[in-house]
């Protein structure tokens, strides 16, 4: 895989820069800034995942790395609710991402269901950091309820204030 | 000639602050500059970088009041003074009373001295509370350490969100450096953190990037800067380039 030309970051946190001068400026001879591809409208994902009859999470040891398992896809209930697994890691990270640009497309409130939370790493984090911002630019509320495990690694990254779950 | 007065400043903790500030301003004084540091941030750790630690005494006090700023300006190397936290300088982060003029209290304390000084680097504490509010004021300069990772470039975002605000009430623009102070040549996410930067700060990142590199992180134990603990090391080389560009105003140039 050409991994040197792949996109390792999701979201540019800087984007808003550029925006509040070219308000500022009023003019600006500048094209469009590559930033937009970026943002969460600007490609239609469809992978809703359907996947309701999800029984109990199994009991995941902590200090295992996990296997990426397609049959534990993070579960989109419909009317903005996103589950979270139990455990979620940067190799979930591209489609949780789908998944959720997909919702925020589609609805003005979501609802991140992470009570079943019980290890989070910080791409995750990152990623939800990035939502609660993008949601806020397109006047969209975001309430994540989590569980303490969640709480917890939030607040040891510091964006547990930023999540609203602090 | 007047001072230039520069913040070295970023609320994400870790980047390199204290890093960036005790050896560039060692590189600056071995190049002849005469420079100041002023250890901002209540860990006191700047201070621990030169061997300094027996001060009590430090800004805090002089920013209560209670002592005068020459009081407290100490000899460090040739041309380098410092002027250590001192344990009241917590104090001065959970200030309630003053108002407006709590921030103002640094600005307030530098307008008239040190005039004899090139440089004034102020070694901010990652917060963006008091003390940084105070370092903005006194400033209109900010040297930005930055490492390569993802969450630097959000803790950048929030910066500049401050920043902007202060432009704003304060009525100036700051000049603004980047410099890249604990960067990983090898990871591709630096690399593509770096293109963002360009995006965002063209000619405003200096152009030596200080890469990672260990023998930076055990030189302050021994209370010695690079310059003194490895010379010939690379990380010596690349804070006296980066000194060079500091001087010049070398920055990169846009992919
Ligand atoms: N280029 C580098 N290579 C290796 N280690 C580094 C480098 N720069 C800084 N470090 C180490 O990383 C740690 C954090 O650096 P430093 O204290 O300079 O950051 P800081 O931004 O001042 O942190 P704080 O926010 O706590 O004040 C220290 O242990 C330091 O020695
Ligand atoms: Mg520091």
């Keep these: 895989m050409a991994r040197d030309e792949e996109q390792m970051i999701g979201f540019d946190p800087l984007a808003w820069m550029n925006e509040g001068e070219q308000v500022e400026s009023q003019v600006s001879d500048k094209e469009p800034s590559a930033d937009e591809e970026n943002t969460v409208n600007a490609e239609p994902q469809n992978e809703t995942v359907e996947n309701n009859d999800k029984s109990e999470q199994p009991e995941v040891d902590m200090e295992q790395p996990m296997i990426l398992d397609r049959e534990q896809d993070n579960e989109i209930v419909g009317d903005g609710r996103v589950v979270l697994e139990a455990e979620m890691n940067i190799q979930k990270v591209a489609e949780l991402h789908k998944a959720l640009i997909d919702v925020l497309e589609q609805n003005d409130q979501i609802e991140i269901n992470a009570e079943a939370v019980k290890t989070i790493d910080t791409a995750t984090l990152q990623l939800l950091v990035v939502l609660k911002q993008e949601a806020v630019k397109f006047h969209k509320e975001v309430v994540i309820t989590a569980s303490e495990r969640f709480v917890d690694s939030a607040n040891l990254l510091g964006v547990g204030e930023m999540l609203e779950v602090a | ?255």
């Design chain 2, 1 to 255: 000639m007047s001072v230039n007065i520069i913040a070295v400043i970023n609320q994400k903790g870790g980047v390199g602050k204290t890093t960036t500030s005790a050896n560039l301003a060692h590189a600056l004084a071995l190049k002849g500059m005469k420079v100041t540091l002023i250890d901002f941030d209540p860990q006191g750790h700047l201070g621990v970088s030169f061997g300094e630690i027996k001060h009590n005494a430090g800004i805090g006090d002089v920013l209560l009041g209670k002592t005068s700023l020459e009081s407290v300006i100490f000899n460090v190397r040739d041309n380098l003074q410092l002027i250590p936290a001192g344990s009241a300088l917590k104090e001065i982060e959970q200030l309630t009373e003053g108002g407006a003029q709590r921030g103002d209290l640094l600005r307030k304390v530098l307008e008239q001295s040190l005039q004899d000084q090139d440089y004034v680097l102020i070694d901010c504490p990652p917060s963006s509370g008091l003390l940084a509010a105070n370092a903005l004021f006194a400033t209109d300069e900010l040297l930005i350490p930055m490492s390569g990772d993802f969450l630097s470039l959000q803790g950048l975002s929030h910066l500049m969100g401050s920043v902007k605000k202060f432009e704003k009430v304060l009525n100036k623009k700051y000049t603004k450096w980047l410099v890249l102070s604990r960067f990983n040549t090898v990871r591709r996410l630096s690399k593509q953190v770096l293109n963002i930067l360009l995006k965002h700060f063209p000619q405003q990142i200096l152009a030596t990037v200080i890469r990672e590199n260990d023998m930076l992180a055990e030189c302050p134990s021994f209370g010695k800067t690079i310059l003194e603990y490895r010379p010939g090391s690379r990380s010596a080389r690349d804070f006296r380039s980066l000194a060079d560009d500091f001087l010049e105003r070398k920055v990169m140039n846009g992919a």
